[in-house]
């Protein structure tokens, strides 16, 4: 249901909603503010989870939620109209791109 960014995010901010409970900072701008951000990305969560539950661990099984952003239509490195594998190579760049420049400073 949440993109990666957005999970990464909603992650982020329960953490820092725990630091505000512990140091008992509910009433206060904070708080709200970390409430508001998570109100936010929950918009479009839904769906069920069937839990495991085993000597004191709890483990996701099973998802489904009508807004989920899977598709085993374009779960495949086959051809379809939603992802065209000539963009791999600019993202490939891209995101190496650190990498690379380390790599070449150390060369120096």
């Known amino acids: ?20 409970v512990y140091d008992g ?3 206060t701008p904070i708080r709200a ?4 951000a998570a ?10 989870v069937v839990l495991e539950l085993y000597k004191g661990h709890v483990n996701a099984i099973q998802k489904k939620s009508d807004n989920s952003l899977y ?3 374009f779960a495949t490195f086959g051809e379809d109209e939603v992802y065209d594998h000539s963009h791999a190579e600019g993202f490939i760049r ?5 990498s690379r420049i380390r790599a070449l400073s150390k060369k120096k």
């Open 39 to 48: 109100d936010s990305l929950a918009t479009e969560v839904n769906g069920e």
């Open 94 to 98: 891209l995101y190496s791109l650190p």
């Open 1 to 20: 249901v949440l993109d990666r960014d957005a999970f990464k995010w909603r992650q982020q901010l329960g953490l820092e909603m725990s630091y505000v």
């Open 33 to 36: 503010s970390l409430q508001a």
């Open 71 to 73: 598709s085993e239509e």
């Open 25 to 27: 900072r509910w009433f």
